[in-house]
Every structure is written in structure tokens, then in C-alpha cells.
């Protein structure tokens, strides 16, 4: 099975407490550390495992600049094959549907049976996987937590609410766009990436991918982000002061109170 | 301004709660809107009577290919009935993810996802305030609405409005094709776990600031000071540090204790969103901006693997 596996450099919220700048047209990026959106690591995992067990390859394709070749090398490193590194001034300022477009075009020039995205990125927008599968007139699963391969078509599990799960059957070649949670990603370590330093990344542009330049981009985009702010806080909690000693004092008055201590 | 429809979940014959929350986000786009709901499914009449107690227009769309709401099967059906520049609401929860991106790019209109609120619609430009980085943040996103928009509201935000009685409309007979290459065969219902924590009166509820597995002792130990039980966020499942059954959130469980500790978790919607009954909620994170903190009773600014230990020797001492 020949898998295409979409992931993004995003700043990592679990190293970063993310600052708006003062111009309010951007958040502060100078000391961002970066990493590979999280959810995509399971859909990069999950990709390896099933060629693993049945056969194929796995690529791993990024729209961005220069600097997101570091998360395509991660997830080579992981295991991916090869990567796609989509990159153009051109590109600048996509919505959601200009993504979706500018992987459609590497999707076209490919020859996949699967492509994979992650639920969500940073944006928290989960679109790109759901646009991708319709500009493509593929069948579309998102949240997929489980996955079966069978002939010509996935068995796939759809996490909904309260942890239940749907399951589907879908035709190939498909999108899924993969809930966390459907495997445990593998560490890679300094040493595995330095392993892929080498390996070739091909890049591509507008007029590599066959895109006209208007139809992708901040000019194409129906969708924009006009400023970031900070919003306005409500009542908020009462923030518990002092010495730890003293806010533990306050806090064990206040959960017996409310019956917190049995 | 073209036409607002809200589709509306159903089960067992009930409306899902996020029905009027949509007829409240259409009001709030366009206040004097006439929202159409739509209603897809089989034998639906009655879901349809009770939507029209609060749309003015109800489409009934009744076919057996819908009895299971497959978001591929409800895409063919919408796109063979829905006006060019509709604007179509859904709620941001796993169906309106699953359909709302692919809809807006064969309706080839506008998508927005996870809004939180309108600013009003000002010419062709639809004005949403949306969160990023779970909710450090907020954007002011205009959407170019000339050709309509598929929106993907975030559930819960907005307050159930009261709408007026209408009609229901049936549209079953103008649908075309509905086949597709995705096929619902059934919903395995998620397992029981060791502790059922909907029951807990007061959860130790515990998120990725816990940083390792072996931390999790003290969470325990807390717990058992106060009587408590041991919940968590989903990274925390993920990882398989804790059993699915003590998950909090959309896609885990929907608790209702009278005090609830958030430590070292971030506040998300989807986590927040299975904390209900309004509890006291005690929050403890080292990240003063966390969102938690918007929505909590009691903060305290703290690293958590050097707070837990504390409060539970103290609460020991009791
Ligand atoms: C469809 C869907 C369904 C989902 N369902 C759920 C669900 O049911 N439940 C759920 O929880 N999530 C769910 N999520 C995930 C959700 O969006 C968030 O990613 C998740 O809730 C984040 O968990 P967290 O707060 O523990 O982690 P983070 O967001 O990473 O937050 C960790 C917090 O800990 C703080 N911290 C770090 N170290 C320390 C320390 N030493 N001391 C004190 N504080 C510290 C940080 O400042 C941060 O605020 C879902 C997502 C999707 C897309
Ligand atoms: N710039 C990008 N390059 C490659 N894939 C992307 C990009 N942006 C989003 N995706 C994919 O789409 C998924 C959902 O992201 P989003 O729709 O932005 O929430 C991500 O997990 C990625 O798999």
C-alpha cells in the first residue's frame, strides 16, 4: 500500500506559553520551540505499521517554508521513506482550502492508495483531511482511531462522543484524518535523525505542482485571519495567594467548604 | 444576506443540545434571520414537530440511506437541495468535523470551524471570533461569504435560543443519488472501567503537566487523602498511562462531581466540555494564562509535582 502521510510544523504549546506580539498581527515566534503537530505523529505511526504488515511505502508531505524540512526528517527518521517538502511564495497566506489544494496537486502527481492526515493542527481548524478527500472525490473518515485493511477497502473506526466508536468500511484509495490516541508513535532520538540527515528531499513549487498561483495563496483565501488578541477575561478564578504554605491553608478551607475532604 | 440553515442532530426521537445553540449563532449573525433547520434520518416526523417548535422552516429529509447519519451520505443529500450561497451552521463536534470541510468545498463556499462568536455580517465579509493554541489566544476571522459558508460552531458557547413555531417542509422526494463509498456498519459502545467516575462527587483530575507515568502516584495519593478518585485529560489516556474510563471530556466521559481539581490541565473545550453540573473547580497550573483559569473558581499558579505533594501530606494531617 503506497500511503501519503500530510503533516505540519507547529509551535509546541506544551513548550511554549504563546505570547501575542505588539502589533497584535501575530503571535510572538522568536523563542517558539517547533515540533510536528501532534496529531500527525499517530497518522505517520499508524502509516509504518500498516506497510510493516502488508507492504507499500510511506511519504510524508509538508506545505511551508525551508524550516519545515526538520519535521519531514523527523518523521523519516520514524520511518517514512521519503518527503515532500511543498514550498513557494505563492503559498503564503492559504486558507484551509488552499492547503487542501496545493496537496491535491502532489496527490495528482503521485500514486496513493491512502493519504493520511492528522484530526487537527494548531489552529485547531480539522479541515484540511475532509477538503483534501472532496477536491479529490475520495471517500473521507475523520477521527479515526482503529484501522483494518481488507481487500480494496479499510475497516475504520471513527472515535465520536463519549469514546464510543463507528465503524465504517471504506473503498480505496481514501482520506483519514487520525485521532490521537490510535497507537503509541515511536521516540526518535538525535541519533535516528542525523541517520536521514542526507537523504534527498525533493521541493516543489507552484509551477512544479502545475498550480496556477492565483487559485492558491492570501489572494485565493476566503478565510482570514484579520488579528490575534487576548481575550477579554470574565470573573476568572480567584487566584489563590501567598506562601505555599498559606495558599494550601486557604485552599483545604475552601475544599472542605464545598465538601471537597471527606 | 442569503439563507442560514442550521442541521440538527437527533437520537432517539431527542434533539441533540446543539439545535438551538445554532438557531442562537444564526440569530447572533443575523438577527432577523429565518433559520431553516434541517433534519435528516428515517421516520423522523417527530424530531421534525419538535424542531418546528423553534425554526420557522423545518426540511424534513427522510430516507432510509439516512438512518444512520453518515456524513458522505448527508454531503450528496444537502448538496442535491441546499441554494448556491447558503450559509450552513453546524456544531464543531465529531459529525460536523466529519462533514462540514468536504460540504464547503463541493458547495465551493467559505468554511470556518470552532467558532466561538459572530461580529455581524458587514457586505460580503462574515465577521467570527475564533480560539488557537487551545484558547491562548484569540482571532478576529472574516470569512468571504459571496458564494455562502459552511461555519462549524463550537458546541456549548452559545445559550439555547428561543425561536419561533413554523413549519415542516418535506424535501425527501428531491434528493438524487445517494450512494457512497463509505459504508456505517454499527457503534461499538465504549468499555466500563475499573472506577465509574460520573459517580465521584470530588475527581483529582489530572492532565499532561503531570510529565511522566511514575508521577501519577501522587495524584493517587491525594485522591485517596481526600476521599477523591482519579480522573484525567485525554493525552494522559493516550499515552496509556490511565484506562480510556477515567477520561473527562467530548470523547471520554461527562462527570458531574461537586468539586473538581484540574491539575496541570490546560482547559480545552472538548475537555471542558464533560465537566458539567457546575462544580467548584480548583485549578493548578503553571501557566498563569492558561484558559483553565478563565473557567475555574480557584487558581493557584503552581508547578503541580511540587504542589500535589504538599496539599496531600496536609490534607493527611486533617
Ligand atoms: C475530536 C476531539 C475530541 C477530544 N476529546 C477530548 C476529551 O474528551 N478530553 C480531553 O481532555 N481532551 C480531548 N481532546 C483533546 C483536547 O483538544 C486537548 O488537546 C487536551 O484536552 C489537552 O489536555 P491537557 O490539558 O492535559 O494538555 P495540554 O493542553 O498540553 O495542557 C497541559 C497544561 O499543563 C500545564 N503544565 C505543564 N507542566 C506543568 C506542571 N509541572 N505543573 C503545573 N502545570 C503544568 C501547562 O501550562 C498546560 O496548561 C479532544 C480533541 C479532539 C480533536
Ligand atoms: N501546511 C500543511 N502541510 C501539510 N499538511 C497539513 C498542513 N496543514 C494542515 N495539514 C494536515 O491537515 C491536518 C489537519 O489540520 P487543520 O485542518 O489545519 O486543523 C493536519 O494534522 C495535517 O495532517
Redesign the interface.
Known amino acids: 500500500m503506497e500511503i501519503l502521510v500530510c503533516v505540519k510544523r507547529v509551535p509546541d504549546t506544551a513548550e511554549n506559553e504563546i505570547e501575542i506580539n505588539s502589533e497584535g498581527n501575530d503571535i510572538e515566534r522568536d523563542d517558539l520551540v517547533y515540533s510536528v503537530n501532534e496529531w500527525d505523529n499517530y497518522a505517520v505511526e499508524e502509516a509504518i505499521q500498516m506497510v510493516d504488515k502488508h507492504g507499500g511505502s510511506v511519504t510524508v508531505v509538508t506545505v511551508g517554508d525551508e524550516e519545515s524540512e526538520e519535521v519531514l526528517r523527523r518523521e523519516m527518521a520514524m520511518g517514512a521513506e521519503s518527503g515532500l517538502l511543498l514550498t513557494d511564495d505563492a503559498f503564503e497566506g492559504s486558507d484551509g482550502k488552499g492547503i487542501a489544494a496545493i496537496l491535491k496537486a502532489a496527490v495528482d502527481k503521485g500514486n496513493y492508495d491512502l493519504i493520511m492526515t492528522g484530526a487537527q493542527a494548531d489552529e485547531g481548524y480539522a479541515q484540511v483531511g475532509g477538503m483534501l478527500a472532496a477536491m479529490l472525490d475520495y471517500p473521507y473518515a475523520s477521527l479515526v482511531n482503529m484501522i483494518e485493511v481488507g481487500d480494496g477497502k479499510l475497516k475504520v473506526g471513527r472515535e465520536i462522543e463519549g469514546g464510543n466508536m463507528e465503524v465504517n468500511e471504506i473503498e480505496l484509495p481514501c482520506v483519514l484524518s487520525i485521532q490521537t490516541g490510535i497507537n503509541e508513535p515511536r521516540y526518535v532520538g538525535i541519533r535516528g535523525i542525523r541517520k536521514v540527515a542526507s537523504v534527498d528531499i525533493p521541493t516543489l513549487g507552484a509551477s512544479d505542482l502545475g498550480l496556477d498561483a492565483g487559485s492558491v495563496g492570501e489572494g485565493a483565501a476566503r478565510v482570514k485571519r484579520i488579528d490575534y488578541f487576548v481575550p477579554e477575561m470574565g470573573e476568572g478564578a480567584e487566584m489563590l495567594e501567598g506562601s505555599t504554605e498559606e495558599i494550601i491553608d486557604k485552599l483545604i478551607e475552601l475544599l472542605k467548604s464545598k465538601g471537597g475532604i471527606k | 444576506m442569503a439563507q442560514i440553515f442550521a442541521y440538527i442532530l437527533h437520537s432517539n426521537g431527542v434533539l441533540d443540545d446543539s439545535a438551538l445553540e445554532l438557531l442562537a449563532a444564526a440569530k447572533k449573525i443575523d438577527d432577523s434571520a429565518e433559520v431553516t433547520a434541517i433534519v435528516t434520518g428515517k421516520g423522523i416526523d417527530d424530531v421534525c414537530s419538535k424542531a418546528a417548535e423553534s425554526f420557522k422552516s423545518v426540511w424534513k429529509i427522510d430516507n432510509e440511506a439516512l438512518s444512520y447519519p453518515?456524513?458522505?451520505v448527508v454531503r450528496k443529500a444537502l448538496l442535491s437541495l441546499l441554494p448556491a450561497d447558503s450559509i450552513v451552521l453546524l456544531p464543531?463536534?465529531?459529525?460536523g468535523?466529519?462533514?462540514?470541510?468536504?460540504?464547503?468545498?463541493?458547495l465551493d463556499s467559505?468554511?470556518?470551524?470552532?467558532v466561538v462568536d459572530f461580529e455581524g455580517v458587514e457586505g460580503n465579509t462574515l465577521k467570527t471570533i475564533?480560539?488557537?493554541?487551545?484558547?491562548?489566544?484569540?482571532?478576529?476571522?472574516?470569512?468571504?461569504i459571496s458564494?455562502g459558508a459552511v461555519i462549524n460552531v463550537r458546541p456549548g458557547v452559545f445559550q439555547a435560543a428561543e425561536g419561533q413555531a413554523g413549519e415542516v417542509v418535506d424535501k425527501s422526494g428531491e434528493l438524487g443519488d445517494l450512494s457512497?463509498?463509505?459504508?456505517?456498519?454499527?457503534?461499538?459502545?465504549?468499555e466500563a472501567g475499573e472506577v465509574d467516575i460520573t459517580k465521584s462527587?470530588?475527581l483529582v483530575s489530572i492532565g499532561?503537566g503531570i510529565e511522566d507515568e511514575d508521577n501519577l502516584e501522587m495524584a493517587f495519593e491525594l485522591a485517596e487523602a481526600?476521599?477523591?478518585d482519579v480522573s484525567c485529560s485525554?493525552?494522559i489516556?493516550?499515552?496509556?498511562w490511565l484506562e480510556?474510563a477515567r477520561?473527562v471530556g467530548?470523547?471520554?466521559?461527562?462527570v458531574k462531581p461537586?468539586?473538581y481539581?484540574a491539575m496541570g490541565i490546560?482547559g480545552s473545550f472538548q475537555h471542558m466540555g464533560g465537566v458539567k453540573g457546575n462544580p467548584?473547580?480548583?485549578?493548578v497550573n503553571k501557566?498563569?494564562?492558561a484558559p483553565i483559569?478563565?473557567?475555574?473558581?480557584?487558581?493557584?499558579?503552581?508547578d503541580i509535582l511540587?504542589?500535589i505533594p504538599?496539599?496531600t501530606e496536609?490534607?493527611k494531617e486533617?
Not at chain 2, 92 to 95: A, E, G, R, S
Not at chain 2, 250 to 254: A, C, E, N, V
Request: proline content about 3%; some cysteine.
Open positions: 453518515n456524513a458522505e464543531h463536534d465529531t459529525f468535523m466529519d462533514l462540514g470541510p468536504g460540504l464547503s468545498v463541493k467559505a468554511f470556518a470551524a470552532d475564533r480560539q488557537e493554541f487551545t484558547g491562548q489566544v484569540n482571532t478576529h476571522v472574516h470569512c468571504d458564494a457512497v463509498k463509505r459504508k456505517f456498519i454499527e457503534v461499538q459502545e465504549a462527587d470530588v499532561r481526600m476521599g477523591a485525554r493525552p489516556v493516550d499515552a496509556k480510556k477520561q467530548t470523547s471520554g466521559k461527562t461537586k468539586v481539581m490546560s467548584f473547580i480548583v485549578a501557566n498563569p494564562k483559569f478563565q473557567v475555574a473558581d480557584v487558581g493557584v499558579e503552581a511540587e504542589f504538599e496539599l496536609k490534607v486533617l
